[in-house]
């Protein structure tokens, strides 16, 4: 059943097409079913996740030099967070 919910939340296929799925696979499950599930676990699901995600930093430092690359001057940025970890560059 968690294989069900988690192809309704990843993919754009409805609770019917997962039915036939199921079916497919030997696992007779009612689409009824699986919108319950799918209700019950998805709100679960998404506290865990969120508590999993990597902070990002509210400040940030940016580095923007003019370098000369074969005699032009090209510009670059690049930007770190707190923790010195890249967040942008080109």
Not at 8 to 27: D, H
Not at 30 to 57: M, S
Not at 69 to 75: E, I, P, S, T
């Amino acid at each position: 059943m968690l294989l069900c919910v988690r192809w309704y939340a990843a993919y754009p296929l409805s609770l019917r097409n997962l039915e036939e799925m199921m079916a497919e696979r030997g696992v007779i499950v009612d689409h009824a079913t699986v919108h319950r599930w799918t209700l019950k676990i998805l709100p679960f699901l998404a506290t865990v996740f969120r508590n999993c995600k990597r902070p990002v930093g509210s400040s940030c430092r940016v580095d923007e030099p003019y370098i000369k690359v074969d005699g032009q001057r090209r510009y670059l940025y690049r930007a770190d967070d707190r923790l010195g970890q890249t967040v942008d560059s080109c």
